[in-house]
Structures are given as structure tokens and as C-alpha cells.
T-cell receptor, first 114, second 109 residues
Framework: NAGVTQTPKFRILKIGQSMTLQCTQD?????MYWYRQDPGMGLKLIYY???????DKGEVPNGYNVSRSTTEDFPLRLELAAPSQTSVYFC?????????????FGDGTRLSIL | DAKTTQPNSMESNEEEPVHLPCNHS???????IHWYRQLPSQGPEYVIH???SNVNNRMASLAIAEDRKSSTLILHRATLRDAAVYYC??????????FGKGTRLHILP
């Protein structure tokens, strides 16, 4: 199983450009999450989804948008890239709300805004 | 805000046991205690979880205090590959999963 796959692995953007970070999972998980991790810091929740067509804000949603049209895919969109969005972005999934369900993470996308 | 408190960093010698503490004094009766670790330049990976009883798996053991206000992740014989940031988080009925800053574990050869 591939698990959670994120693309691209690295990207450099100019200020004001837009891009979409892709995340797909092949485990038929209902719940998916986007986190960002700044250097030397912990993970901050950006957005999450509990199923296709349902998304909700996390701790730091400003400057980002998400959609969930299928169970497998949960893309994260940056509309107007800003230097403050330079970070490593992780996508994760879990089967359902079950409190004993572990999260599965992708390998991350390293994004630099210059 | 994260509902757990962990030391910023810890050191341990290779091949010795490591005890990583986590305080969660406001834990509710339905909160599960989960541990993840993040190796350098990788995404977090699940380590172990528990509710009330101590738990063991191939990676580690989880010791939960009787009042559940604290827990300890135990690595029985640390190797250099165990050097990572370890996160203790609580999972409850909330759909959000919030991470704290974790404990950076250094393993000395």
C-alpha cells in the first residue's frame, strides 16, 4: 500500500503566486488533515475533513483553502503565497473518528516562498 | 492549545531505557493518549496509544498513571535511530487532532 502520498516534495514559489499541494490516500480513510510545521516547531492544524464534501478550519486556516470532492483526495490551495507560508506541509489521514485510530502521515511538501 | 505538557528535550545513552513523560492534568474520561514520533526530515509516525491500562507493542510501552493525569512512553533499549521528536497527544470526541511541541530525544553513542 502506498498510504498517504503528497506531491510535490519540494517547491519554490514567488510572492503572490498560487499553487495546490496534492494529497491522496489509498486506505479508504474518511478523515484527512493538513498540518504545517515551521522550523524547530511542532505541527499546526490548517484544515481537516471528516468525509467527502465536508471540510472545517483548524488552528491556522488563513491564507489557505481546501476541498474534498472524493474520499481519496484532499488538496490544499495557496492563493496568494506569502513568505510567512514558508514551511513543511504534512497531510494525514485516519479511518474514522474512533479515538483509538492512529493517524497516517505523508512524507511532506517543503515549500519556500521568496 | 495543546492539552499536554512535555519536556522540551531529553538525552539518553544508547542501549539504555528511556522514559519520556507527558502531563495531561485536564484529561477527560473519554480521551485516549496517543504517542507519535518524528524522525529528522520525515512525517510523524504512530508509536502507541492507550486509555487506562498500560500497553506494549513492538516499538515501545506506554505506562498510564492510575489517575490518568500523566503517562510515560518507555523505549526499552534506545538506539541511535530512536533520536526523534516525540509527541504526546489526546484524542477525544473532537474531530480535530492537535499536536504540541513534543520532546526532542537525543541519543548519545
Amino acid at each position: 500500500n502506498a498510504g498517504v502520498t503528497q506531491t510535490p516534495k519540494f517547491r519554490i514559489l514567488k510572492i503572490g503566486q498560487s499553487m495546490t499541494l496534492q494529497c491522496t490516500q489509498d486506505m479508504n480513510h474518511n478523515y484527512m488533515y493538513w498540518y504545517r510545521q515551521d522550523p524547530g516547531m511542532g505541527l499546526k492544524l490548517i484544515y481537516y475533513s471528516v468525509g467527502a464534501g465536508i471540510t472545517d478550519k483548524g488552528e491556522v486556516p488563513n491564507g489557505y483553502n481546501v476541498s474534498r470532492s472524493t474520499t481519496e483526495d484532499f488538496p490544499l490551495r495557496l492563493e496568494l503565497a506569502a513568505p510567512s507560508q514558508t514551511s513543511v506541509y504534512f497531510c494525514a489521514s485516519t479511518r474514522d473518528r474512533g479515538f483509538n485510530q492512529p493517524q497516517h502521515f505523508g512524507d511532506g511538501t517543503r515549500l519556500s516562498i521568496l | 492549545d495543546a492539552k499536554t505538557t512535555q519536556p522540551n528535550s531529553m538525552e539518553s545513552n544508547e542501549e539504555e531505557p528511556v522514559h519520556l513523560p507527558c502531563n495531561h492534568s485536564t484529561i477527560s474520561g473519554t480521551d485516549y493518549i496517543h504517542w507519535y514520533r518524528q524522525l529528522p526530515s520525515q512525517g510523524p509516525e504512530y508509536v502507541i496509544h492507550g486509555l487506562t491500562s498500560n500497553v506494549n507493542n513492538r516499538m515501545a510501552s506506554l505506562a498510564i498513571a492510575e489517575d490518568r493525569k500523566s503517562s510515560t512512553l518507555i523505549l526499552h533499549r534506545a538506539t541511535l535511530r530512536d533520536a526523534a521528536v516525540y509527541y504526546c497527544i489526546l484524542r477525544d470526541r473532537d474531530d480535530k487532532i492537535i499536536f504540541g511541541k513534543g520532546t526532542r530525544l537525543h541519543i548519545l553513542p
